[in-house]
């Protein structure tokens, strides 16, 4: 008996010790090891000078996150010209005042916002794995699943009252401009794709007359909303939601993106194109985990500082 089970036993120890070292890094350090990603994208006009846009994403806040408050209050030390928050900020309802005390010093700073799914309803225990089943099945949250029962409303209200208050613009379904160092920037923005909130019709007509440079803003970028924004001329497209896959594979990449886009595209600066018109694309990889899988695996949590430069 211990000839014929002693080397399976042995696999089987192996195995589980890995597993749980790499539980264990994925949870304890990967997760909490935030990082600053910096990408130049070409918009301006020409003889404009360069703009800096920090980029925060899928915070995911939950109550006594320390570390991860302390690094965002820290990047207003990056001085940005501004910041665009795409979404997905709490994954607790008690964790208003922690996410506004973390973003504090960045609302100081001119900034636009759409909200994610998880900024209006709780997140639920699932099982990871449906993520791949879903793709395998072409479903993404409310696009072709059912709906939602029975979840957790979040407090979303004071956190958009908060974020309004200290003059960031709110661009759900809607537009805004800012005008920084004489330039004219417009927004376009559409609320959550993933739960079926997005209103292209409202906001469609391409770029404003008159303004230097306009950018689309959406939480998930599902590809009827990258579709209308670069049929219709923006330049510029800013995205989160993916988690930059989350749990990737070393040297290969994510698995999934929990929406329709492709992964090659999952995080950073890409493209899109539809017909001859082509778009910028930059998704963040976000600084957050839904708090049922507080996991990151080859996918560490970051925020992007984009340097937006004149057209070549």
């Known amino acids: 008996m211990r000839a ?19 539980l264990a890094y994925a949870a304890g350090f990967e997760a909490r090891s935030f990082r600053l ?11 404009a000078r360069p703009l800096r846009v920090l980029q925060v994403s899928d915070i995911h806040m ?10 965002l209050q820290s990047l207003a030390g990056l001085r940005p010209d501004f910041v665009v928050n795409t979404g997905d ?31 209006y309803y709780g997140p639920k225990l699932r099982n990871p794995a449906r993520y791949l089943l879903e ?17 957790v409303h979040n407090p979303w209200e004071p956190m958009r009252d908060a974020f309004d208050e200290a003059g960031w613009l709110d661009l759900s379904n809607t537009r805004g401009r800012l005008k ?28 404003e007359t008159g303004a230097d440079l306009s950018i689309g803003v959406v939480h998930a970028p599902y590809l009827r909303t990258l579709d209308a924004f670069t049929a219709d001329g923006y330049p510029l497209i800013l995205a989160g939601h993916t988690h930059g896959g989350q ?23 890409s493209s899109h194109t539809v017909g001859d018109r082509r778009a910028y694309l930059h998704v963040s990889a976000g600084c957050g985990t839904n708090r049922y899988t507080p996991v990151r695996f080859a996918c560490p949590p970051e925020a992007t500082l984009l340097t937006l430069t004149p057209r070549d």
């Open 180 to 207: 920084l160092d004489g330039l004219e920037l417009a927004f376009t923005g559409l609320d959550d794709p993933h739960i079926k909130r997005d209103r292209y019709a409202e906001v469609s007509g391409g770029p």
């Open 62 to 71: 939950v109550t006594g996150q320390r570390k991860k408050r302390g690094w």
């Open 247 to 269: 749990l990737c594979i070393p040297f290969y990449g994510a698995l999934v993106t929990n929406c329709d886009l492709d992964t090659d595209r999952v995080k950073g600066l």
């Open 89 to 119: 900020n709490l994954s607790d309802p008690e964790a208003v005042p922690e996410l506004l005390d973390a973003l504090g010093p960045l609302m100081e700073l001119p900034g636009v916002y759409v909200f994610g799914s998880n900024d």
């Open 4 to 22: 014929r089970y002693g080397v399976p036993l042995k696999v089987t120890a192996v195995g589980a010790a890995v597993g749980a070292a790499g």
């Open 135 to 151: 793709k395998a099945q072409g479903k993404h949250g409310l696009n072709g699943n059912a709906p939602a029962v029975g979840v």
């Open 37 to 47: 990603r910096r990408v130049a994208v070409p918009v301006l006009p020409h003889g």
